[in-house]
């Protein structure tokens, strides 16, 4: 075994040498790893002949699974788009709040497996975004922060007094 010095002063192998500027063996080159000077044989890689392959019997074989049973196309209650015809916006007119309500009704219908319909909390939030103009924009302004407050204080989402209140509000 030899050590590490005698590696780094044998010329024809590698070693690790750390050695700064000043020292000989630095300026002698010996901290870089060179090629060696000589070429390795080179490999002799032996071929073999082909084979015959006319006497072999191929087998085939085919995999099927079965088809997935048919479903139910998904209920609109994970999605959030609605179908039908959306309402037109509210006003604050009074004379039209029955029939804003009525409308709201039918939509309801249409969409009531929908999240918007199930979850009092959304349906008064969904409602509430209907509503735009000076006559009702300060009303809806309240009722939002109605509901945010109801949702602060502990009730659930759920909870189907948000939407009577509401509605009786309205």
Not at 104 to 128: H, M, R, W
Not at 155 to 168: C, H, I, P, Q, T
């Amino acid at each position: 075994m030899t050590r590490r010095t005698d590696q780094i002063d044998n010329e024809n192998e590698f070693g690790l040498g750390h050695w700064s500027e000043t020292d000989s063996q630095y300026s002698d080159m010996r901290h870089m790893m060179h090629v060696p000077l000589t070429t390795p044989a080179s490999l002799n890689i032996a071929a073999t002949a082909p084979m015959d392959t006319s006497s072999l019997e191929y087998i085939g074989a085919t995999m099927s699974t079965p088809a997935p049973p048919p479903v139910d196309p998904p209920s609109n209650g994970g999605s959030r788009a609605l179908s039908g015809v959306p309402l037109p916006i509210f006003n604050g007119d009074r004379d039209k709040s029955e029939l804003f309500l009525d409308k709201f009704t039918s939509y309801e219908i249409v969409n009531g497996d929908a999240k918007q319909f199930t979850t009092p909390f959304l349906k008064v939030a969904l409602c509430l975004s209907y509503m735009n103009g000076p006559k009702v924009d300060s009303w809806a302004h309240y009722q939002r922060i109605w509901l945010k407050d109801q949702k602060a204080a502990g009730v659930s989402m759920m909870d189907r007094s948000l939407w009577d209140d509401f509605e009786a509000n309205f």
